[in-house]
């Protein structure tokens, strides 16, 4: 089996020698499978067909990042991972915050145009158990647990 030169270069065409060319579509063929050439004594070919996510840990393994954390010890390792974890729900928190901060727009503009809450403001009041209180305490409320969210972020992320 010897693989031509792509004229295309999303086509590859290969030719077995005894068949006719087979023209694959190389994005196709790399996003589903992957294709190995293995050649045996006479020539003839031989395909062994892999599994993606065996491509993609095989891909990972060759990345200058896997070299470099291979270089740090287990523990250290281990501390890195929890690390990113922690930093990773610290940006949650983030972003709940300034959602928060959107769910205060949101409430106010309602309130200055005499409007009723609606849509996904509305689901989330409900759910924060809001409804009950008024714009101006809701408002309050919103605020005081965005800040509170905020806060709490900085001063983990100081510590992390």
Excluded at 37 to 57: D, H, P, R, Y
Excluded at 86 to 112: E, H, N, T
Excluded at 128 to 141: D, F, W
């Amino acid at each position: 089996m010897t693989p031509k030169t792509p004229i295309n270069p999303k086509v590859e065409t290969i030719e077995l020698a005894s068949s006719k060319p087979i023209t694959k579509s190389v994005s196709v063929m790399k996003s589903i499978l992957l294709f190995h050439q293995l050649k045996a004594g006479n020539s003839s070919a031989v395909f062994n067909w892999c599994n993606i996510s065996t491509v993609k840990a095989l891909r990972f393994k060759q990345t200058d990042f896997y070299q470099i954390f291979r270089l740090v010890s287990k523990t250290d390792r281990i501390k890195l991972f929890l690390v990113s974890l922690i930093q990773i729900f610290l940006s949650f928190l983030d972003l709940i915050g300034v959602a928060f901060f959107g769910l205060i727009g949101s409430v106010s503009v309602a309130a200055i145009s005499s409007t009723k809450i609606a849509g996904r403001t509305e689901s989330v009041i409900d759910f924060l158990r809001l409804s009950n209180y008024s714009s101006e305490m809701q408002v309050a409320i919103l605020g005081v647990l965005a800040a509170i969210l905020m806060v709490i972020k900085t001063f983990a992320s100081l510590y992390f």
